[in-house]
């Protein structure tokens, strides 16, 4: 099957712009500014049953549809921040197929009524942002951009924004403070983006892959698209799968498509002849699914998509599959897990702030097997204290893996202090 | 009147305004929801989590749009999976909030000991000690033990200078971020920040020279742990070793109500001392702020080494003296005083001059009074009240520096959407915050303010303003030239709507601007507990209370001087030779050498004053006088609001009160004045003045509940600011208009080599009640300097930070060159009171000074 | 000279990027950091004028982002991603024998001043570990399918590379 997404794979050269343009670049976005109604084109996204790619699967079109009509300027706001371990989807994206990428955001931006379009890369992604700026002028020396396109009323422009390292950015209030010229902290909510968002505004954010995902319903419609997928996750989507598997990659790949499939088809099982112990489905976010002999049939015949992953007591998340092999153990993983919330907590809320910095300790202490079995209890117990309190999901987030390790691994936790 | 919203609190109902919390809904039935980032002064940020509940919101069917019912009838409620915070919740009808479950203290239990792992808990040494919100929290619900291992504690720099008045202790801060929202969003100095990140996160200034603010002593108070400590209070004292006494600030003309800590010790002889000087709300005056002029500088000058003190048999002989150079001078006698005086002092000073057929002059370079007794705010007036369709003038002041308070109220104002348009002829911070900024050169200010009204916007602005509020100060002007801003801000009110409104003439009230009262509530203003107008027959017709003219003094009690008559000499040297001269409260030798001269032309003088000034040194007879800080009275803030303070710390041996004193020389001259008791002489004031009638001790300190509850005594819910117990003052009776005058002052045109150097006022000079305050001595040193536009700095062959001279008058003084890019290249800006005297405008060549 | 003289047509163009002035202060920081490798406080400062904020406003998104340094260190910043799934592929050995390599320590610079190794966060580079960013100024390039063998060809690339420039 041809790639959606990743068409790069099937023609190399489609960052080039006649490339793209001979392979059918930009006809979506002319037949939506000039044939449809920027609400046909919400309809449209909405019966096509698009869910959010940047992690909570939100339905796009009904996302769209909260904006008021009466308040503008609407913005969008592309979110390519992509900084859940784990996850490398949307930097293959705009690397190596950035047109589709681009006409994405410039769709969403007509289907709200937005002129102007911002595209938050994470600043690691430097070399990204300056080809996107390249492929941003392109588009506007070809019409694709700018005023008047393709001879109508409409104006869409684009602009890039880097990030400077930080996690919390890629959520999605933090990354609106953050193209303000803030400290890339959450916001309270509500009121949410789509009312009061970037610089007060009605505001859609939406992430990489999502957007790419515009062209192609725009041109095979809502029933082309869910040719793909579930009937409640429809389409395809980009599995980015990293750790102990032979072959690491991302993979795009139907929704629903099974645990086996994409680690033993696609990704070469796991290497060097060990076990597979444990699949972190949604990066450092996951709750650690554990893949026992017992249940080993059961976990790789569960189809990925974003009611059944939940199953077998996880969440698909962004798809960023980490898999752990028999030689590492929880406690270790939840160590370098913590690591990470730690460093990335904003500090604006306490139990956040912390309780990342108490976990950090404790992990530490237990990883470094230093610690009584009374610390693992206090751990599991300060995970629970934290999760359900916080002001964004960050701190939600890094109790996941944690309660999880501890609940399933127990043995990973007895190496303990007599 | 908002809307008004039922719902219940732990079973118990309230009703409060739609658009009001949760957590201040609760304060107000006295459930103490525990909060640390919310602050009632500012938006919730909801950060801390402190502040977690449960919330049941009545659960309404989707198809029907009804409620839906439990089998009791009575409405189902439907709760989130999370504990919601209190602080970011707005009330709703039905909505049934429960602060006591086990879920909810569990929560709250929760996030207090997440915070103890990084909080030293250092209560026994802490400053806050005693006054802690966290230190309460604490010993009510944390474990006994920790569960944290402690030498994983989080480990920071304590005692970081933060600037010369402000420390902060790394340690102690839980990263509410109150203080940097207060600077950011309250006073608008966004001086403090956050660096770093998660738990690295740190409070921060990259300011020069540090903590840079003139409102940074109020961080303090609103923090709600020991992280920031005033470098006058750290390690003074503990909170509860405290007494408390109400006062008024004497700083400046806003009157904010402040509280001083008492203790006693030691080394005062076992007698009680001042610890420091906190703000007592008043939401009209200073809500709960102060500005760090009056926080730093407020009661130290009572405490000067240069405080005069008698003998009881001293002061005796003092009085003995006085008395008998009056005897001899009688109506040959001219008395002088300032606005330092309280209105009792004043009062009972008339009363002698009168009986002596003496003249008595107000000592001030400030003139126009006479308009602001006429044209003044009235009952009710609170500029926490102004908003859309306000408008507010600010002409020839520098407000930050003059009236903080003011300035940060306006500023407010402004971001509610009052129109606020700032003419002055140079920059001030206001600027930023104003929708019209109107510049001016120096000398143009009665023809700015006359062309106003034909502006487009601001015409408009001022033609349709819903209240028209003027503030009228001295930038650059002395007596001569105020009084003409004066009248031609006072004859704005001619053009404005408000006026056209005026009702039949009313005995006491001013004739114009008023309006008919309409019944039509004006929101917060008739909620005013003191609303007096409404209530006296006479006055059936009151103006927007609102709208009026306002004088930037620079004494606390220059309003009520000018409502009993006080009036500044045209000339006052001339006035002074061959009389006898009693001057209280007041040094114009020391302003001013040529009163100086002018005072030793004078027959006799006798000088009564708290300190030893130039003035004390060259008279006949001294009289010492206590403090305000050790005695009773009231003062009439700019604003027309008669204020208490009460004595904090006892009365200095061999002083004695003004009105004490000057009821005693009168006793010997045979006049009988009232003495004894400040009360007593408000008792008659308010008979005589018409403009005092309905004062009394007992209106005046009539406390009224104020929101938002700041709840000092209980959870420190909003900062260690106190609770008003003593009462909100009463604003006066306006009097009748004023005689226009003329108006045309020369301005004066500097010749060749000459320059225009015009007298500005600086918060922290060398000025008697500043000067003593060490603690602001580096400030004051920055405040000396003469600014000029860069490009006469350039021409002088100086450049910024250079020792300039300024020749006047034949006389040398030395400044350091500051540059100021918004006036015209012929002006210096001479500090007042900083050592050059300069009281108007004047001629002055200029060079660079030689290096010494 | 200041970041304003030196850059001016791409201050410009930052500024047209957005609505509001203060948007301005993340791309004006790199231009800092461009320019001498660190951001300064006399640059924080001047971008709080060019932005018409207080300095310390500036300071504290310094302070908040990890591609923000307010210290100088090697021309080189050698960012290795030690995350979690990097570590599952051997990210943890690969620092600690590029670092005894360098003759460093996990923070260090080499003696010549060109590499400062720090460990990271994840980078989005999980399927191509062991890897790692070289952060120069403001610019950025990603090495993945490393090994320590060819970070040392790199780190010699790059110190001949700055010989030529600085002769
Ligand atoms: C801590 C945190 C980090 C996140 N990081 C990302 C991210 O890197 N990329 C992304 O697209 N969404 C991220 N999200 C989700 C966004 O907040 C938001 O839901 C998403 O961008 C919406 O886009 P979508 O509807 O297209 O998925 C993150 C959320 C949180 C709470
Ligand atoms: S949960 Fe963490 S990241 Fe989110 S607001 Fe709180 S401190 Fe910041
Ligand atoms: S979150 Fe409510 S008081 Fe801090």
Redesign the pocket.
């Known amino acids: 099957m041809p790639h959606i997404l990743l068409r790069h794979r099937d023609i190399p050269d489609i960052k080039n712009i006649e490339v793209y343009k001979q392979n059918g670049g930009f006809e979506s976005l002319k037949k939506a500014v000039t044939t449809l109604q920027p609400k046909q084109v919400v309809e449209e996204v909405k019966a096509s049953g698009l869910?959010?790619?940047?992690?909570?699967?939100?339905p796009?079109g009904v996302?769209w549809s909260f904006l008021p009509d009466n308040l503008w300027p609407h913005y969008v706001v592309c979110?390519?921040?992509?900084?859940?371990p784990g996850?490398f989807k949307?930097r293959e994206i705009m690397t190596y197929n950035p047109y589709q990428f681009l006409e994405g955001v410039a769709i969403a931006c007509y289907a709200v009524g937005a002129t102007e379009g911002y595209i938050y890369l994470?600043g690691e992604f430097y070399p990204i942002a300056e080809q996107l700026d390249a492929c941003l002028a392109e588009m506007e020396k070809q019409g694709y951009l700018g005023d008047k396109l393709f001879g109508t009323e409409t104006s869409i422009r684009l602009k890039t924004h880097l990030g400077a390292g930080a996690?919390?950015?890629?959520?999605?209030?933090?990354?609106l403070e953050s193209i303000e010229g803030k400290r890339g902290q959450?916001r309270l909510r509500p009121p949410f983006p789509a009312v009061v968002g970037l610089y007060g505004k009605p505001t859609v954010?939406?992430?990489?892959?999502?957007?790419t995902n515009l062209p192609y319903i725009i041109e095979h419609g809502a029933a082309g698209f869910r040719q793909n997928g579930t009937e409640k996750s429809p389409g395809v989507k980009i599995f980015s799968l990293s750790g102990n598997v032979a072959n690491p990659g991302n993979y795009e790949l139907p929704l629903g498509t099974t645990f086996r499939e994409l680690i033993f088809t696609h990704g070469g099982g796991i290497p060097n002849g060990r076990k597979l112990r444990a699949i972190m489905p949604a990066g450092a976010?996951s709750s650690i699914i554990r893949v026992d002999d017992a249940v080993f049939d059961k976990v790789m015949d569960t189809p990925m998509d974003y009611e059944n992953v939940q199953s077998v007591g996880s969440m698909l998340g962004?798809a960023s599959v980490i898999l752990i092999d028999d030689t590492h153990t929880m406690d270790w993983v939840i160590n370098k897990t913590i690591h990470f919330f730690k460093h990335?907590s904003c500090g604006k809320c306490t139990p956040c702030r912390d309780g990342n910095y108490w976990m950090l300790h404790l992990t530490e202490r237990i990883h470094a097997g230093q610690a009584s079995a009374q610390d693992v209890k206090l751990l599991d117990s300060v995970a629970a204290q934290v999760y359900g309190k916080c002001l964004?999901?960050?701190g939600d987030?890094s109790t996941m893996a944690v309660r999880t390790a501890i609940e399933r691994f127990p043995e990973d936790f007895e190496k303990v202090k007599a | 009147m908002a809307k008004l919203i039922n719902l219940t609190i732990n079973g118990t109902p309230v009703t409060v305004p739609a658009g009001t919390l949760v957590v201040d809904a609760a304060k107000k039935i006295g459930i103490d929801i525990p909060v640390f980032c919310y602050h009632p002064k500012m938006e919730p940020v909801g950060m801390c989590r402190q502040c977690l509940v449960e919330i049941g919101r009545p659960m309404v069917d989707r198809a029907t749009g009804q409620p839906v019912l439990n089998e009791d009838g009575s409405p189902k409620l439907q709760f989130m999976p999370k504990l919601e915070t209190a602080c970011t919740n707005p009330v709703s009808e039905g909505m049934a909030v429960f602060t006591e479950t086990a879920k909810a203290k569990s929560g709250q239990k929760e996030i207090l000991e997440l915070l103890l792992t990084s909080h030293p808990l250092d209560c026994p040494v802490c400053d806050k000690g005693g006054e802690c919100p966290l230190q309460n929290l604490t010993m009510e619900h944390a474990a006994d033990e920790s569960r944290f291992i402690f030498d994983e504690k989080h480990r920071a720099e304590k005692h970081v200078p933060l600037g010369d008045l402000i420390f902060l202790d790394r340690e102690r801060c839980i990263q509410c971020a109150r203080c940097i929202r207060f600077q950011d969003i309250i006073a608008g100095e966004p001086v403090l920040g956050f660096y770093q990140r998660g738990r690295n996160t740190d409070i921060v200034t990259y300011g020069e020279p540090g903590f840079d603010s003139i409102f940074s002593g109020n961080t303090s108070d609103i923090c709600p742990v020991g992280a920031l400590t005033t470098a006058d209070f750290r390690f003074g004292a503990r909170p509860w070793e405290l007494k408390q006494a109400a006062s008024v600030c004497s700083q400046c003309p806003v009157g904010c109500n402040v509280t001083f800590n008492v203790r006693r010790e030691a080394k005062a002889g076992g007698g009680y001392v001042i610890k420091r000087v906190m703000p007592r709300q008043n939401e009209q005056v200073n809500e709960i702020w102060m500005c760090d002029k009056g926080r730093f500088a407020g009661y130290q000058y009572t405490e000067a080494e240069s405080r005069l003190m008698a003998t009881p048999a001293g002061l005796d002989a003092a009085v003995g003296q006085a008395v008998a150079k009056l005897v001899e001078s009688q109506s040959e006698t001219v008395f002088l005083a300032s606005g330092r005086l309280a209105n009792e002092d004043l009062f009972t000073l008339k009363q002698l001059a009168a009986a002596l057929h003496a003249k008595t002059y107000l000592y001030t370079q400030h003139g126009g009074g006479e308009f602001t007794t006429a044209y003044g705010l009235t009952s009710g007036a609170d500029l926490g009240a102004l908003g859309k369709g306000d408008t507010v003038l600010v002409a020839a002041s520098d407000l930050y520096n003059e009236a903080p308070l003011w300035h940060l109220r306006l500023k407010a104002a402004a971001q509610r959407g009052a129109t606020l348009i700032v003419a002055a002829a140079r920059a001030t911070k206001l600027d930023e915050f104003a929708s019209f900024v109107v510049r001016y050169a120096y000398g143009d200010e009665v023809a700015t303010i006359q062309a106003l009204p034909a502006k487009d916007k601001i015409g408009e602005a001022i033609k349709n303003a819903n209240n028209l509020m003027i503030f009228y100060g001295s930038d650059g002007l002395g007596l001569a030239g105020t009084t003409a801003l004066a009248q031609s801000c006072a004859e704005l009110f001619s053009i404005s709507p408000v006026s056209q409104l005026t009702g039949s003439p009313v005995s006491q009230s001013a004739s114009f601007p008023v309006e008919q009262l309409t019944g039509k509530p004006e929101d917060r203003t008739t909620e005013q507990p003191e609303d007096r107008t409404t209530e006296q027959p006479e006055n059936r017709t009151t103006r927007k209370s609102n709208t009026g003219l306002i004088g930037v003094w620079s004494t606390p009690n220059q309003q009520g001087a000018l409502e009993m008559g006080f009036r500044p000499a045209e000339n006052l040297a001339a006035e002074l030779a061959g009389k006898t001269v009693y001057v209280i409260a007041a040094d114009p030798a020391g302003d001013d050498p040529a009163l100086a001269e002018a005072l030793k032309a004078a027959k006799t003088v006798i000088a009564q004053d708290i300190l030893t000034t130039k003035t004390v040194k060259l008279a006949d007879v001294v009289l010492p006088a206590a403090a305000f800080t050790e005695r009773e009275g009231t003062y009439t803030n700019g604003e027309r609001r008669v204020q208490r303070f009460y004595p904090a710390v006892p009365t200095r041996p061999g002083t004695k009160a003004d009105f004490a004193l000057l009821a005693e020389v009168a006793k010997g001259c045979g006049i009988a004045l009232e003495g004894r008791s400040p009360l007593l002489v408000m008792n008659r004031l308010s008979t005589a003045e018409p403009a005092f009638s309905g004062v009394s001790y007992e209106t005046l300190s009539q406390p009224a509940e104020q929101w938002p509850l700041i709840g000092r005594s209980d959870l420190y819910y909003g900062g260690t600011s106190y609770e008003n117990k003593l009462g909100l003052g009463v604003t006066l009776a306006l009097q009748p208009k004023a005689d226009r005058q003329s108006s045309t002052v020369s301005g004066l045109r500097p010749k060749e080599n000459e320059f225009l150097a015009v007298p500005v006022t600086k918060l922290y000079d060398l000025g008697a009640t500043v000067a003593p305050a060490k603690l602001l001595s580096a400030h004051i040193e920055r405040s000396a300097v003469a600014a000029l536009h860069p490009v006469t700095v350039e021409k002088l062959g100086l450049g910024a930070g250079d020792q300039l001279s300024v020749e006047i008058n034949g006389a040398q003084f030395t400044f350091r060159a500051a540059l100021d890019a918004s006036i015209s290249t012929g002006v210096v800006l001479i500090p007042r009171s900083m050592g050059l005297a300069i009281s108007a405008p004047a001629l002055v060549k200029l060079h660079a000074a030689e290096k010494a | 000279m200041s970041i304003a003289e030196k850059y001016t047509d791409e201050i410009q163009a930052i500024f047209a990027k957005y609505p509001v002035k203060r948007s301005a202060v993340m791309p004006l920081l790199y231009l800092a950091q461009r320019a001498e490798g660190y951001i300064t406080k006399g640059a924080m400062a001047e971008i709080a004028d060019l932005l018409e904020l207080d300095v310390t406003e500036v300071a504290a998104i310094v302070g908040f982002y990890s591609m923000y340094h307010d210290e100088a260190a090697g021309k080189y910043r050698m960012q290795v991603c030690t995350d979690l799934s990097c570590a599952l592929r051997g990210a943890d050995a690969f620092l600690e024998n590029l670092c005894q390599n360098l003759g460093v320590k996990v923070g260090e610079t080499t003696p010549d001043g060109l590499v400062t190794v720090e460990a990271v966060m994840c980078l989005a580079g999980c399927d191509k570990a062991p890897m790692f960013q070289l952060q120069q100024g403001d610019q950025v390039s990603y090495h993945e399918n490393m090994t320590v063998d060819k970070t040392m060809e790199l780190v010699e690339a790059l110190r001949k590379s700055s010989k030529q420039v600085d002769e």
């Open positions: 869910r959010g790619r940047g992690g909570a699967g939100f796009t996302k979110n390519a921040d992509e900084s859940e996850t949307d994470r996690y919390i950015c890629g959520e999605e209030t933090a990354l959450p954010i939406n992430n990489v892959e999502t957007l976010s962004s990335e964004c999901a960050l987030f």
